[in-house]
């Protein structure tokens, strides 16, 4: 079984959703009222609703083929980098020891050290970033005057995104990231893994731009 549509299925048990509730709520993210119809973007976004209504999936220590996740303090927040460099069309492998080997090679730093060291991590961290912002165009300047919104990571990378989709057409940013989520034009109050929809579904599109470039 596909793992998005084992999370969704996973999430109908833990929120105790009743099969016609269930049914219902599918339909009214999607227009679909089965997973299986749906594509992989919207099995996201309906994770994305079920996670707001209070889903908390359980990740495993191995991913589904096996391979062991990195693991330690800083491990979550260094793979969403790296993957958001991977949505960006900047990272060529998105897995895990693609990034060791990245760190190590640009560090010399053991995973054991910036996983589990806090300057070790900023170092890394900080590299990740300056390379996004150098290959992606990832604006991380910071005024304490922005709107909370707007000094988010997931704000930020899928702006970048979308000026590489969409160079001419900045304005129609908003309708697209709120419809993605199954929220009215004007919100704004994005959680993590609403932005991560919305990446993900940019890196989609993104990498399929540049296989026809290429």
Do not use: C
């Amino acid at each position: 079984m596909n793992s998005s549509i084992a999370a969704i299925h996973i999430a109908k048990k833990q929120l105790s959703l009743d099969d016609d509730t269930y049914r219902a709520k599918l339909m009214n993210i999607t227009g679909k009222r089965s997973t299986k119809d749906m594509s992989e973007d919207e099995r996201q976004r309906v994770i994305t609703v079920l996670r707001n209504d209070g889903f908390k999936p359980v990740q495993s220590a191995r991913r589904p083929d096996g391979r062991l996740r990195l693991s330690g303090k800083y491990a979550r927040k260094l793979q969403a980098l790296w993957i958001a460099g991977w949505n960006l069309g900047i990272v060529r492998n998105r897995e895990d020891a693609a990034l060791q080997t990245f760190v190590t090679g640009q560090t010399g730093l053991t995973a054991e050290r910036f996983l589990h060291h806090a300057e070790d991590a900023r170092k890394v961290i900080e590299a990740l970033k300056k390379w996004m912002e150098r290959e992606g165009s990832v604006d991380w300047s910071d005024d304490v005057k922005m709107a909370g919104y707007l000094r988010s990571d997931g704000y930020r990378i899928a702006r970048a995104q979308w000026a590489i989709l969409s160079p001419k057409s900045r304005n129609d940013f908003w309708p697209v990231v709120t419809e993605l989520v199954d929220q009215t034009t004007l919100f704004r109050d994005f959680t993590d893994q609403q932005w991560i929809t919305v990446m993900n579904h940019f890196g989609n599109q993104i990498r399929k731009l540049k296989a026809v470039q290429a």
